[in-house]
């Protein structure tokens, strides 16, 4: 389909974190190039765009079609614009020194360096009230739940000790939470754990749901970040990229109202991450009751 003159489609063709930004970006860059945005990328991402009012529309990319072979220099309208990293040339720069992630996405959107994130919208009442019965049928107590988003796929995990979540779990619930883990396709639940799958698009409501959320930084961290819960990031402790994964890709530069707590996994420090997590949501979910 051929983009309408006024109109520049952003294609976003990898994960959920890389849909979240551009969509994030689309009202920047509706007001900074003087466009109007539609989205494309995989079909099963269509949601995002209800997320984000600049978003006029999504488009399907055919997952056969690489959108890096996409020639458009820059967004403007009539055109389509790949709007992740040809050859992730400009993305491994990302870690090093102060090179944040969002500045990589700005670079490549050709934003200025104030540009921010437009916030996603918040669960409608009808998909919290849907959130709730998932909850339900799974022995969840709304308000008192903590989802353990526990992996992610292109995000590498390496040095997380295997005993971490199993511990985590357990030390959630001396504090009179409910651990629930959010199992995804390659999720292996270890004694201890206890989780249903449930999808993309249901997660932001299933949180608010829930009440608080734990994720190991990945695109899902992204995804959940401005919703109004207790939430807790673990980075692995490895360079990533331009340099270590904490600092080139920490939400505290997302301009969120709550930024989350954010913990360095490092090596021989379970027992005392998985205290101070356990602690921390006790204390922010009895704030938010």
């Given at each position: 389909?051929?983009?309408?003159?006024?109109?520049?489609?952003l294609?976003?063709?990898?994960?959920?974190g890389?849909?979240?930004?551009?969509?994030?970006?689309?009202?920047?860059?509706?007001r900074?190039?003087?466009?109007?945005?539609w989205?494309a990328?995989?079909?099963?991402?269509?949601?995002?765009a209800?997320l984000?009012p600049a978003?006029?529309r999504?488009?399907?990319?055919?997952?056969?079609?690489?959108?890096?072979?996409?020639?458009?220099?820059?967004?403007?309208g009539?055109?389509y614009?790949?709007?992740?990293?040809?050859?992730m040339?400009?993305?491994?720069?990302?870690?090093?020194?102060?090179?944040?992630?969002?500045d990589?996405?700005?670079?490549?959107?050709?934003?200025?360096e104030?540009?921010?994130?437009t916030?996603?919208?918040?669960p409608?009442?009808?998909?919290?009230?849907?959130?709730?019965?998932f909850?339900?049928?799974h022995?969840?107590p709304?308000g008192?739940?903590?989802?353990l988003?526990?992996?992610?796929?292109?995000?590498a995990?390496?040095?997380?000790?295997?005993?971490?979540?199993?511990?985590?779990?357990?030390?959630i619930?001396?504090?009179?939470?409910h651990?629930?883990v959010?199992?995804?396709?390659?999720?292996?639940l270890s004694?201890?754990?206890t989780?249903?799958?449930?999808?993309?698009?249901?997660?932001?409501?299933?949180?608010c749901?829930?009440?608080?959320v734990?994720t190991?930084?990945?695109?899902?961290?992204?995804?959940?970040g401005?919703?109004p819960?207790p939430?807790v990031?673990v980075?692995p402790?490895?360079?990533?990229?331009?340099g270590p994964?904490?600092?080139?890709t920490?939400?505290t530069?997302?301009g969120?109202?709550?930024?989350?707590?954010?913990?360095l996994?490092?090596?021989?420090?379970?027992?005392?991450?998985?205290?101070?997590?356990?602690?921390?949501l006790?204390?922010?979910v009895?704030?938010a009751?």
């Amino acid at each position: 389909m051929k983009a309408p003159p006024d109109v520049c489609v952003l294609v976003a063709q990898h994960g959920i974190g890389d849909h979240y930004i551009v969509g994030g970006f689309a009202e920047a860059v509706a007001r900074q190039h003087r466009v109007k945005v539609w989205l494309a990328g995989r079909r099963e991402m269509a949601w995002v765009a209800g997320l984000y009012p600049a978003v006029g529309r999504y488009l399907h990319w055919p997952d056969h079609m690489k959108a890096e072979t996409i020639m458009t220099p820059m967004p403007v309208g009539g055109a389509y614009y790949f709007a992740h990293f040809p050859r992730m040339d400009l993305v491994r720069a990302v870690g090093f020194k102060d090179f944040h992630f969002l500045d990589a996405y700005r670079v490549r959107l050709f934003l200025r360096e104030e540009a921010a994130l437009t916030p996603a919208r918040q669960p409608s009442p009808e998909e919290l009230a849907r959130a709730r019965e998932f909850l339900a049928k799974h022995g969840c107590p709304a308000g008192r739940t903590v989802i353990l988003n526990i992996d992610a796929r292109t995000t590498a995990l390496g040095g997380i000790d295997p005993r971490y979540w199993p511990l985590l779990a357990a030390a959630i619930r001396t504090q009179g939470l409910h651990p629930f883990v959010n199992q995804g396709p390659q999720t292996q639940l270890s004694d201890g754990l206890t989780g249903a799958p449930f999808a993309l698009s249901d997660y932001r409501a299933i949180v608010c749901a829930a009440g608080a959320v734990c994720t190991v930084r990945s695109g899902v961290s992204d995804l959940v970040g401005n919703l109004p819960v207790p939430q807790v990031v673990v980075f692995p402790d490895f360079d990533y990229l331009g340099g270590p994964l904490i600092r080139g890709t920490t939400l505290t530069k997302f301009g969120l109202a709550s930024p989350p707590l954010e913990i360095l996994a490092r090596k021989g420090r379970v027992q005392e991450d998985v205290r101070q997590i356990s602690q921390h949501l006790k204390s922010a979910v009895a704030l938010a009751a």
